[in-house]
């Protein structure tokens, strides 16, 4: 196969179609040299590594408006492994997913945030929910009315390289089952609670590793931190 036919097969594959490049004679497969087919394989192979790279995930938004989604039996992801992804639940929207949630997973994944707003709008997370696993930079707020409620712990800068994520809850309720994890590996990560706001937690951690410093949580304009602080 000469590099001609390679893109041929490849554009095939693309585009989702069925139809097969016609095979040639062996002659004219070898090449006139008699050479061997080793660069056009390196040429499908270079072109699969563009496309991979060309449909990473980044500047994705969804929107969950006046709806109930239900993401049953498996993660909710936002921002896997790319940036300025983003989830807005508002005028009452509703996303349950029975699993894990993320903002900003692998450690590539920054920059990534999610609104839940206005009355009526909630998450509803049976396990855990982090906010930068790995990632760094990422933002969670919650605001007017809306709700978030775990079904395990609440994490914020989850492992070491995870920094500089922030929640922001404003005149809104995050409630979750067990504790909350406020820089459990990661540095600078930061939880502001405002406007009558109210963060439930069993117990609530503050830098929980020696190698995770400079967190902070601010309670400020009547909100509420429920949970002893550590």
Known sequence: MNAKQAWRCFRAIQVGETRRVARRPAYEQRGRAGGSSLPAVWFVFVLLLLVGAAHA??????????????????????????????????????????????????????????????????????????????GSGN???????????????????????????????????????????????????SVIISNGATVFNNFSFIGYFVQSVSNNVTVNAFGVLVGISL
């Open 57 to 134: 995930e980044d500047n994705v938004p969804v929107t969950i408006s006046g709806i109930t989604s239900n993401n049953a039996g498996a993660n909710y992801i936002v921002g896997d492994i790319g940036t300025n992804n983003s989830l807005t639940i508002s005028d009452g929207g509703i996303l349950t997913n029975v699993n894990y949630s993320y903002i900003g997973n692998q450690a590539s994944a920054s920059n990534n945030w999610a609104v839940i707003t206005g009355t009526g709008s909630r998450w509803y997370c049976t396990n855990a929910f982090y906010v930068g696993y790995y």
């Open 139 to 189: 933002t969670l707020t919650i605001a007017d009315g809306a709700v978030l409620t775990t079904g395990n712990s609440g994490f914020l800068g989850y492992q070491l390289d995870a920094n500089s994520n922030v929640v922001v809850v404003s005149g809104a309720v995050w409630t979750n089952a067990s504790n909350g994890w406020y820089g459990r590996y990661g540095s600078y990560n």
